[in-house]
């Protein structure tokens, strides 16, 4: 045998061993990863916004692939009946909590309880210290990139109006507070005061007439440069005032990558700007992982995240495809 | 044959038929009743064989406790069905009650998180409920409003006043009162569970106990005779609307204590509370509302929940669950009513 020869033997038996290997890990990995015999209970705020949907799907389908029973909870967005369920779940002593979203200053008592009750607590998108994991998306990075991406859309100047009803809600403080930051060193954009309210229900009604007022307010065109909110649902109903006022020298930026939304970035004509597009699907899926993982032993980080992308005018014919493409195969339009 | 004679032969057979008409009716009537009752009783065992965990006594406590709000508000919607008559068009009823709720737990809220005491913030929840309550009184007895549409404006007047005072955002709220509601028990009930039963004994004793709940019946169930009878009947309708009022004063420190907060949102009790109050009537004989029907009938929506969830049967079901059960009695009621007002 030649030595080149012997080498490429080497090198392949090497490689041989090191593709062994990673299947073994990444069978062992798969073989770990087991829900077999647990009871899993999963308490969401409410299921009517898009991202909410898919996570919630997200968790309930990893865990019957991984063998579990899942108690999913859907709370219609009444913290009353989310609390309700909350207690009979810990009543009903299942082996992890999962828990989707809702304001905090409501939940954290009960989270407690269920620490206090030896159930380990799981939460997607909420920061408590409660919890074993936090699974998310990076917002801090993700309001970070919004927000530059509209002040350079901005060109560095004008006034924003801000929609902040939900502060409340740990991802949009993180979110919200990005903003502020980023904007510190733009002094010459302002947030226009008073802020607005963006609600639950009729969010995109609600914002339409906000928005609408607004501009009524400062017919100037340029006196107003852009719309933000901390998710993209107000975001809907500002791009269809801005376009119905004509003003489409506004921008509008929002969060979570709802097909519609991204739909209306893709739109070279509409004033959507810009969204910041989560994998709602496989944050759930993923935070299902971590409590498989925390009940065979391992190891668990305090946070996770799942990779979110800015969609804006110039990439969203690329970006925006697998996004739509998710939604499609979900059955979400 | 004269005439006469013809005409009370006639007279007679129709009579006769009217009377077997009823018997058959009434005779109806307790069977749809009881088979409403049945029903719920065949829910409960299905509960008590099927669900895991549903008989224990943490989970009973538990759902006495999710249940007082419903209850609280529930007694003041009964009592307005009762001053008011309970025939679904133009009897009493209280559309605005858990909007009034959401008002007093914003104003009792906002008013802890402004740094003023216990004392002054629940005065203060009590004096707007009862503003509320006297505002439907106004509407209902002083301009002759029909009570649906009545309330139904001031619902909106509540939830308005809400929204500007809070902006649609969460209040926290931290206090003693808030303190001890959330973690004091007694024999291992909690307090919120005793807040539940202490009301409820209240309630029983003025409604069924005193000369003034059987005038409030008179009023409610006949408002000529009791005038005749020389009952000051304006008098009774309004205070059950204020009382009502009182109740969502009540109701909302109970829910602040729960969420730690006062939340956007409460107007969606309404359902709950009206099949509440509604539901209790099949436990009584005559279809009137009464506080022992409408406490049965709080619990069962609870276990019902509680029971659905247990089972692992989707909340969603709960919903429609309810609505059924609210079509079920009104369409037992009017029945009842119809072999009451034939007779």
């Known amino acids: ?333 | 044959m004269s005439a006469t004679t013809l005409h009370t032969e006639i007279g007679a057979s129709d009579e006769k038929q009217a009377a077997a008409k009823n018997a058959s009716r009434r005779l109806g009537t307790i069977v749809v009743r009881l088979g409403a009752i049945a029903a719920f009783a065949a829910i409960m065992l299905y509960f008590v064989v099927f669900a895991p965990g549903f008989t224990s006594t943490f989970n009973l406590i538990n759902v006495v406790e999710q249940s007082a709000i419903l209850g609280v508000l529930a007694y003041g919607m009964t009592m307005v069905i009762i001053g008011g008559g309970s025939d679904v068009t133009e009897g009493g009823i209280d559309l605005s009650i858990a909007a009034n709720m959401g008002l007093c737990a914003a104003v009792y809220a906002t008013l802890l998180s402004m740094g003023y005491g216990d004392f002054l913030a629940v005065l203060a929840a009590l004096a707007v409920g009862m503003a509320i309550g006297a505002l439907n009184a106004l509407a209902v007895v002083g301009l002759g409003i029909l009570p649906l549409l009545a309330t139904l404006a001031v619902l909106n007047v509540a939830a308005g006043m809400e929204l500007t005072l809070t902006q649609n955002t969460v209040v926290g709220a931290t206090s003693p009162l808030l303190a001890f509601l959330v973690s004091g028990s007694f024999l291992g009930i909690s307090a919120l569970a005793w807040a539940l039963v202490l009301v409820s004994a209240i309630m029983i004793a003025i409604v069924h106990y005193t000369s003034f709940g059987l005038r409030l019946f008179a009023v409610g169930g006949h408002p000529e005779a009791a005038r005749a009878a020389g009952i000051n009947v304006p008098f009774y309708i309004s205070f059950t609307y204020v009382l009502s009022g009182f109740c969502a004063a009540v109701a909302s420190i109970l829910t602040v204590s729960r969420l730690s907060a006062s939340t956007p949102g409460s107007g969606e009790l309404l359902l709950s509370v009206l099949a509440a109050a509604l539901l209790g009537t099949v436990f009584s004989r005559r279809f009137v509302p009464t506080i022992g029907g409408t406490l049965l009938s709080v619990l069962f929506i609870g276990l019902l929940a509680n029971g659905f969830q247990l089972l692992n049967v989707s909340s969603y079901w709960v919903n429609g669950v309810q609505g059924a059960l609210i079509l079920l009695v009104v369409a037992v009621t009017s029945f009842a009513r119809g072999s009451e007002a034939s007779r």
């Open chain 1, 1 to 333: 045998m030649s030595k080149s020869a012997k080498g490429i033997v080497k090198g392949l038996a090497l490689g041989l061993a090191l593709a062994c290997s990673l299947v073994s890990v990444s069978g062992a990995v798969a073989e770990e990863l087991s829900l077999k015999g647990k009871r899993i209970g999963v308490s969401a705020i409410g299921t009517d916004h898009y991202w909410d949907l898919m996570a919630f799907r997200g968790i309930q389908d990893r865990v019957k692939e991984l063998g579990g029973e899942v108690i999913a909870l859907d709370a219609g967005r009444k913290d009353q009946q989310q609390i309700a369920q909350l207690q009979t779940l810990i009543a009903q002593k299942p082996d992890a909590i999962i828990e989707q979203l809702g304001n905090l200053e409501v939940l954290n008592p009960w989270l407690q309880k269920i620490r206090d009750a030896g159930i380990p607590l799981f939460t997607v998108d909420t920061a408590t210290p409660h919890a074993i994991n936090n699974t998310t998306s990076n917002n801090y990075n993700i309001g970070a990139e919004i927000a530059l991406q509209m002040v350079a859309d901005m060109g560095g100047k004008g006034n924003v109006l801000v929609f902040n009803g939900f502060y409340s809600v740990p991802v949009c403080k993180i979110r919200y507070d990005q903003l502020k930051y980023v904007l510190a060193s733009f002094p010459e954009v302002k947030i226009v005061e008073p802020e607005l309210r963006d609600v639950i229900p009729n969010t995109v009604q609600s914002a339409y007439s906000n928005i609408t007022d607004m501009l009524t307010k400062s017919p100037e065109k340029g006196s107003i440069g852009a719309v933000w909110a901390c998710w993209d649902v107000p975001q809907i109903g500002a791009t269809q005032a801005v376009e119905a006022a004509g003003r489409m020298e506004v921008k509008t930026y929002g969060i979570d990558g709802s097909p519609e939304v991204i739909k209306m970035v893709m739109d070279q004509k509409s004033a959507a700007g810009a969204v910041a597009a989560q994998q709602p699907y496989e944050i759930g899926q993923t935070s299902v992982d971590n409590v498989a993982k925390h009940l065979a032993g391992q190891k668990v980080p305090p946070f996770t995240f799942v990779p979110a992308v800015l969609i804006n005018k110039e990439n969203a014919a690329e970006t925006g495809k697998p996004f739509l493409a998710a939604a499609e195969k979900a059955g979400v339009k």
